[in-house]
């Protein structure tokens, strides 16, 4: 239950998303909104787990770890921490994220008989992504550029903010999206499948199609959340 709900709970990863929408939209109430994703997050989990454990049925187990003694940090072993966390982070910016930025420009600047373009609406990515269009036009994420950035989140979910930085060449995020669709958006990231490497590790742990049920039935809580939050605000609006 704990592996199945806690990639419902916002990672490091979908930081630069938040930081993205909510500043081009909610510029005044971005921390207010960055902190409500936040404590959404934690509460589907919550609620998650307590419709899991009524399906999932087992003996307590008891639960022992021993604690370390608590110091205070030194500089050398927070310099380390963070050594650590800048190193992880370079490692994917230079591998994972470069890699799929890479591919999107190439698949956005060549058409199908492998010529340049002068619109990308008329590139190999544009044709490959107007399929998945209508499954995000609902929740009022129908553009293409968006559609194709979600999905090199399954990549890395910082890859979302470098694909829409080279689909959108320039265009602000406000003239494409409405202040209720950005909504659906944040709703969206938060919810959908995780990363790569945490499907992976779901996969190693409880095999491949628990891994795919993973990414299945968080994508359908994400589509069927976002719904709502835009049939909702647009009632209301």
Same mark, same amino acid.
């Given at each position: ?8 709970? #916002?990672?490091?990863?979908? !930081? ?17 909104v960055l902190l409500g994703l936040y404590a959404l997050g934690i509460l589907l989990a919550v609620l998650a787990a307590k419709v899991m454990s009524s399906f999932f049925k087992d003996d307590d187990?008891?639960?022992? !770890? ?9 500089? =050398? ?9 800048? =190193?992880?982070? &370079? ?24 010529? &340049? ?12 992504? #107007? ?32 694909? !829409? ?34 499907? #992976?590790?779901? =996969? ?21 959340? #976002? ?8 009632? !209301?609006?």
């Open positions: 239950i704990t592996m199945l709900i806690v990639p419902l709970m #916002s990672c490091a990863g979908r !930081m630069p998303v938040y930081v993205l929408i909510a500043g081009a939209f909610f510029s005044r109430n971005a921390g207010v187990l008891p639960f022992v !770890m021993e604690l370390p003694n608590y110091r205070m940090p030194t500089f =050398k072993n927070t310099s380390l921490l963070l050594w650590d966390k800048a =190193k992880d982070f &370079l490692q994917r910016a230079f591998t994972i994220i470069f890699l799929a930025t890479l591919i999107i420009w190439f698949l956005q600047s060549f058409d199908i008989h492998f010529t &340049l373009v002068e619109d990308s609406k008329d590139s190999i990515l544009a044709m490959i992504s #107007s399929l998945l269009v209508p499954i995000f036009k609902p929740i009022g994420l129908g553009d293409w550029r968006i559609c194709t950035s979600l999905i090199t989140g399954f990549i890395a979910k910082e890859s979302v903010v470098s694909t !829409m930085e080279v689909l959108f060449a320039g265009q602000a995020i406000t003239q494409v999206l409405s202040t209720l669709s950005a909504t659906s958006l944040l709703i969206f990231s938060l919810l959908y499948s995780p990363c790569a490497a945490a499907i #992976s590790s779901i =996969k190693n742990e409880l095999g491949g199609k628990w891994a795919l049920g993973v990414v299945l039935w968080q994508c359908g809580i994400a589509w069927v959340a #976002s719904l709502l939050v835009y049939l909702i605000g647009g009632l !209301m609006i």
